[in-house]
């Protein structure tokens, strides 16, 4: 049968009406679950909820270790009014930092961890080793000086720590490993290599300039000097002065105001060495003069020689005491690792024959 007009449709069947129901019901109960937390919200409480601080339990070894080197030696390190770091030698109140942080600095102040400041006096330079010895009159209550260890037993991959006072955020810690050993950094404005430098992952920024650099027992092993970065902040290559050149040096400024470097009593040249070394095809240190009276001289070292029939070439050192010296920088390196007095042993070649010498180090001039 056809129905014309729409309206004229029977009333649907009850079961139908009944399905209709049950389906539009559970239509809203699920819009009611989902809408459910925002309406709970809505009438709750409008006060925070109170936590439970959780306890937290011991603190690791490690992180124990590292709070105590902390909190022993931050007395030590100093903060330096040209934004820079050092720290306290001994108890006479001689501070230690770098050479280019009091480079071109007509005075300097020096404020202690517990916030006093002391005008320091200048009491001497080393610019090879970028090291520089500061003095401050402490009359009582004096800060303890940092513990000294060593840096030729140091080995990659143990633990260093820093403190500093980086972009002038005085008295930070941060911590890292021996990334590499008896690294060279060329010195400033053509000076001589800064040699056997440590290197580092610790984070050290402008600012930790002559700060210390402790191993894990909180001793020194080195004087953070410097970083390698296109930026200027940290990028994970940090350099330190080792503590055994600093053992050598620092003690001499305190005594007489400047680093006397052992020597041999001969002159050479860079520029003629590197020449001599294309022309004849080996390594080393061509000596072009013996001064009179040296202990060269003494040991029977020769120089270049004039004759009437040419120039006659002079001794070549090959190594001292067995350490090998391919150029004029790393002799003036080997002879840095000792001290004036030292006895060495060359090995030099003249004439295509190769000899040893003993040699007793003189003051350089």
């Known amino acids: 049968m056809a129905y014309l007009d729409p309206y004229q449709r029977p009333a649907p069947d009850r079961f139908v009406r009944r399905g209709l129901f049950i389906t539009a019901c559970i239509a809203a109960l699920m819009l009611l679950w989902q809408f459910l937390p925002a309406i709970e919200a809505w009438f709750s409480p409008r006060e925070a909820a109170e936590r439970t601080v ?8 490690d992180e124990k270790t590292t709070i105590e080197l902390f909190e022993k030696s931050r007395a030590s390190v100093v903060y330096i009014t040209t934004a820079h770091s050092g720290f306290i030698w001994d108890d006479a109140g001689h501070v230690v930092t770098n050479f280019h942080v009091i480079q071109g600095a007509s005075e300097a102040t020096v404020k202690l961890a517990d916030g006093r400041d002391y005008q320091a006096a200048l009491v001497g330079t080393s610019p090879a080793h970028d090291i520089a010895v500061l003095k401050i009159g402490v009359g009582f209550k004096r800060p303890p000086a940092v513990p000294v260890g060593t840096s030729a037993d140091l080995k990659v991959g143990q633990k260093v720590f820093a403190i500093g006072n980086p972009f002038g955020l005085d ?8 990334s590499a050993l008896d690294r060279s950094l060329p010195g400033e404005a053509g000076g001589p290599a800064i040699d056997h430098l440590i290197q580092t992952d610790a984070a050290i920024n402008p600012g930790n300039s002559g700060g210390p650099l402790l191993d894990s027992a909180g001793r020194l092993i080195g004087i953070n000097t410097a970083i390698y970065s296109p930026s200027g902040a940290s990028a994970g290559i940090g350099f330190a002065v080792p503590v055994d050149t600093v053992m050598r040096v620092v003690p001499q400024l305190i005594k007489t105001g400047k680093y006397i470097r052992p020597a041999l009593g001969i002159e050479v040249d860079e520029q003629i060495n590197a020449r001599l070394q294309a022309l004849t095809g080996s390594k080393g240190v061509f000596v072009l003069r013996v001064t009179p009276g ?72």
Do not use: C, Y
């Open 294 to 365: 040296s202990a060269a001289h003494r040991a029977g070292l020769v120089g270049v020689e004039v004759t009437a029939g040419g120039i006659v070439p002079g001794d070549r050192v090959i190594s001292i005491d067995g350490i090998a010296v391919d150029d004029v920088t790393t002799l003036q390196a080997r002879l840095d690792d000792k001290n004036v007095g030292d006895v060495v042993v060359l090995l030099v070649e003249r004439a295509g024959k190769t000899r040893e010498m003993l040699v007793e180090l003189q003051p350089g001039v």
């Open 171 to 178: 008295w930070t810690l941060t911590t890292g490993i021996v």
């Open 54 to 61: 959780m306890a937290r339990g011991d603190l690791a070894a």
